[in-house]
């Protein structure tokens, strides 16, 4: 294997081994050490190899950065709107919208996406517990006399 598909190898290898589409980034990050001499544009280069080569996917979240999945059966992604988490949902593609939309308009239609946002499980605590500070220094402040808005 020349040195080219070794490195193609390399950045495939390590998005199959992970659920956490990551960013081009991540993965130079990760391989810089096993391979000194690859540099950020490498593996943006490849990234784009590989996804037109259908070995990738490059998932479009409302999310400036590109980031990219191994897995390239179809299924959904949940995108949390404060971290930007991705995850695979665990729901069965519905294959019946796609058999009527064909059926409609003619067009062959061969895949479809679905994102849901909100927030993740861990982000939920984190704005529960940004609430309920903000109530508690709201209530020491109105338990000191000092209201906290003039009306
Ligand atoms: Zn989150
Ligand atoms: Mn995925």
Redesign the pocket.
Known sequence: MNRKSKQREAILNLLRSTSSHPTAEWIYERLKTEMPNVGLATIYRNLRLLRDAGEVTEVHPSNPTARFDGNTSMHYHFC?D??G?ILDLDEPVDTEIQNRIATRTGLKIRRHSLELGG??L??QTVEDDADITAERQHNEATRKGGALWQT
């Open positions: 949390c404060r971290c988490k927030l993740c861990d982000c």
